[in-house]
């Protein structure tokens, strides 16, 4: 994930930052959306049986390759909620 650094932080660092100093009314907006989008997996997960105990087992047995796939797309959200924050304009 070496390439995807912007001025030598990570996405994810660079998420804090925006996070840290956008406005608060968009930052708001966006901690929103994410939490509906993680409520909408929940209830998806649990509509096809799958627990919370269940993803955590899931997640402890996780090969070093699905753990970098888990980074990656770390990154790729925190890519897409940057472009959401700054994107967007009160």
Known sequence: M???EMFGKSP???WHEIIRNASPTLVEMELERLLGMLSLYELFLE???IDSAEVQR???SLDEEQKQNVRE?????AIESMGNILGNHE
């Open 58 to 60: 899931f997640s402890l």
């Open 73 to 77: 797309l770390i990154d790729s959200l």
């Open 12 to 14: 994810l660092q660079k």
């Open 47 to 49: 509509s096809k049986g």
């Open 2 to 4: 070496q390439d995807l």
